[in-house]
């Protein structure tokens, strides 16, 4: 009887989309997001019936993001599924997304038959040039027996080294072979085998003598400074960072992902004596972030002329490319435990009375001190910081976990960024590096599925809202006996609910939303720009006034509110995050409050 079976295995057939999704669980995947349409709708279905979850939206870029943030908050590849053609072409959103921000992400998208190459099959294109520009690997699977060995090395290329976007090809006619199931695991056993080998040839060696110089550095500092990123997030480093900090005394600055890996109230926190820090400081162990525009490209005025750097980072090229004073190549996380390791044996501490940190000190208190002066009258209608105090206090009621604060937008980010408190590793996401709008929603969505146990929390401009806010409709769900149902119709072939799912996934997601009345605020434009035949159309950054965003979400089943009192805002908070239910606050904001592209006027 065994003998039977196994011959009944190995001469059933199975075709691409079933190999492609055995591929997948190998691998370890557990999360797919996407659309799904010809040619992959039947890949998605195999996935699913193989014990994948995957997630659908109403747009590419939305699913792209997602599936970005979600490669960062698990180190584990985000799996982005799309159509061929315009489908593959919005989903570069993400893909380009999560290569700038370098989390592991792999764009997978099903291609033309490749018989009709060149002769204007539907969704025709070169999808593999598309995404060229924005993918550390391509490949493409052009007969059913590559699909494992494809899905290995698009999936290791994602994680290994410097993370990074990359594109997967699956041509119709691939996904419509068919091979014997015991050679289809036999390829899969192959491919995984190949990878473990890859995986352990790929690991990096810190120089134990450049460790040597950098603690030198920072011990002979006589004013040093940590600063730290997302890259030291997506590694893992917060206790390592920890200890370095508190066995040092030095104290230290994150980047604004890199919040949370040591609380914002910590006694060594810079972040609101920035400007001293970054400027005064002789000595800057930059871990996991690059010396880019946000850090002012580690160039005068903003930094010290005389400044050394010290650069952590994964990427070698990364390190040739800023030219530091030291560089060490590596896993923030290691390299900080042999930074650890070798104080340990020459331990060093700066005190409390060092006039380093006396300065610092000083003026954190001094600016805290203004800031919460401002933070402390009530301004109706509401101003950024009024409402933000409101946020800020009942985020921080909320304990630990500590929900996952999502913020994109022009002043309401960066307001956010100063007001809103990170008390605990990976619970910011915004903008990033990219300074990218319209990544909200498939942010919070991503950080619900990858962090089930938090309450996620957006806090949006009207604007960035705008991009992706249909994708609420994702967040909602009705009673649960009509789950069942609507997982049917989604599985199923009915275009309607491709698009308007009756009922989706429960997520505690509580979108709080800026609105004033456009992009930085409405109509801002002087008398003399207010001329020419158009005249009399609206701004291009305004938006309709009043715009009722909270009725939106009402559609789906979720909650809505609308407040523009301290009261209202403070009431609408506690419900939803009390319920842990899709919610949306409208948020009525004084159109004339806050500044035009918020602080970066000076590139506008």
Known sequence: MAESNSQTTSQTLIDGNTLAAKSLVAYGITHMFGVVGIPVTSFANRAVAAGIRFIAFHNEQSAGYAASAYGYLTGRPGILLTVSGPGCVHGLAGLSNAMINTWPMVLISGSCDQNDIGRGDFQELNQIEAAKPFSKHLGKAKDIKEIPKCFFEALDSAVLGRPGGCYLDLPTDVLHQTISESEADSLIKYAADVSEIEKGAQKITTASLEVERAVDLLRNAERPLIVFGKGAAYARAENELKRLVESTGIPFLPTPMGKGLLPDTHELAASAARSLAIGKCDVALVVGARLNWLLHFGEPPKWSKDVKFILVDVSEEEIELRKPHLGLVGDAKKVLELVNKEIKEDPFCLGKNHPWLEAISKKTRDNVSRMEAQLARDVVPF??????????????????????????????????????VQTEPRTRLDAGTWGTMGVGLGYC?????????????????????????????????????????????????????????????????????????????????????????????????????????????????????????????????????????????????DPYAGAESGRMQHKN
């Open 383 to 420: 101003n950024f910081l009024t409402p933000m105090r409101i946020i800020r206090n009942a985020i921080l009621e909320v304990g630990s976990p500590a929900p996952v604060l999502v913020s994109e937008g022009a002043n309401t980010m960066d307001v956010g960024r100063a007001v809103l």
């Open 445 to 589: 969505i991503a950080a619900a599925v990858a962090e089930p146990h938090r309450l996620v929390v957006a806090v949006e401009g009207d604007s960035g809202f705008g991009f992706s806010a249909m994708e609420v409709e994702f967040e909602v769900c009705l009673e649960s006996e009509l789950h069942v149902h609507a997982y049917l119709c989604f599985i199923g072939k009915d275009v309607y609910a491709m698009h308007r799912t009756l009922v989706r996934y429960q997520l505690p997601v509580v979108v709080i939303v800026f609105n004033n009345g456009g992009v930085y605020g409405g109509d801002r434009r002087n008398l003399e720009e207010i001329t020419g035949p158009f005249k009399d159309d609206p701004a291009p950054t305004s938006f309709v006034p009043g715009a009722a965003y909270h009725v939106l979400i009402e559609a789906f089943g979720g909650k809505g509110y609308l407040v523009g009192t301290p009261d209202e805002l403070k009431s609408a908070l506690s419900e939803s995050f009390t319920a842990r239910k899709p919610a949306v606050i409208n948020v009525t904001i």
